[in-house]
């Protein structure tokens, strides 16, 4: 374990390292509320290394959005902490810390503006050609550039409507540009229909090439390549390896995969 201060001071904080992403969660005990009962993570101890993909899997209320969302401190952890290259992340400078991650979530948050508007919220400083390359490691330029202005099109209110999986795609390419090294996908793809899905899942897996990935995924066909796959429950990680290994173990991962538990 390495040596932090406990306490540091305000103007004193990490805004500018290369950061590789290595992901640990020592003891981290959270809940919602103030009584234990309001308790969702209890003593949760994780480690992902730098590059590989962890799989958080289980039924649904189980934490993992709420563990997901202790990593950019949407909360901060109220016992234990958490740590990016065994830098506590309370270290770091917040907005610095939120540049290291990629969001993608079931919802886009797509605004009223043109698609290079909304592009460059991932990076202000990008230019026309960055944009576009970005869109096309997203597979989204196609239909971009297959529109009426291109990324100078209004969408959003009153603009052109987009597709769930052409929003998802918009934002893939928001973190194509922003290109951090922690990348957290929580049920990217669960609103969109199976082929769009199917289709989707593949950019993703491009994406996540060189970052280290938290995965949520109510498909399990979408976890099967995971480093490791966690089975989070309210009553903590209930199973911990390898599709594989979880396979033959055969507890609640293998039942999920035979349709016998439910999520
Ligand atoms: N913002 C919130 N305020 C209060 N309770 C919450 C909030 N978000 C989630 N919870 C509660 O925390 C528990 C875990 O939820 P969540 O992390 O969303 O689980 P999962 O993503 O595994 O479905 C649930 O009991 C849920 O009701
Ligand atoms: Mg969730």
């Known amino acids: 374990m390495v040596d932090t201060p406990a306490q540091s001071n ?3 904080k990490i805004d500018d390292l ?3 992403g290595r992901i640990r969660f020592e ?3 959270f809940g919602y509320g103030d009584v234990e009962e309001d308790i969702v993570l209890n003593s949760i101890n994780i480690h992902i290394p730098e590059g590989k993909t ?3 899997v289980g039924p649904s209320g189980g934490g993992k959005t709420t563990l997901a969302s202790l990593i950019p401190r949407f909360y901060e952890v109220e016992q234990g902490r958490i740590t990016i290259d065994e830098i506590d992340i ?7 810390l939120r540049r290291q991650i990629g969001i993608i979530q079931q919802d886009v948050f797509i605004f009223a503006g043109t698609i290079g508007e909304n592009l460059a919220i991932a990076k202000p400083e990008a230019s026309q050609q960055e944009l576009i390359d970005a869109l096309k490691k997203a597979e989204a330029w196609e239909f971009v550039s297959d529109l009426p202005s291109g990324l100078d099109t209004q969408i959003g209110q009153r603009g052109v409507k987009l597709s769930g999986g052409q929003k998802q795609r918009i934002a893939l390419a928001r ?3 922003k290109n951090p090294p922690i990348l957290i996908l929580d049920e990217a793809t669960s609103a969109l229909d199976n ?4 289709y989707i899942q593949r950019t993703l897996e491009t994406l996540s090439v060189g970052r280290t990935t938290l995965v949520i995924a109510h498909r399990l066909s979408t976890i099967e390549k995971a480093d490791q796959i966690l089975v989070l429950s309210k009553d903590g990680i209930l199973e911990e390896g390898n599709h594989t290994q979880l ?3 055969k507890g609640f991962y293998y039942h999920l995969r035979q349709g016998e538990a439910t999520i």
């Open 18 to 20: 290369a950061i590789s």
């Open 27 to 29: 003891n981290v005990t």
């Open 54 to 56: 962890l799989a958080l």
């Open 90 to 96: 309370r270290d770091f400078d917040l907005g610095f």
């Open 175 to 177: 973190v194509f540009l």
């Open 195 to 198: 082929k769009t899905e199917r």
């Open 10 to 12: 305000a103007g004193d």
């Open 247 to 249: 396979m033959n173990q």
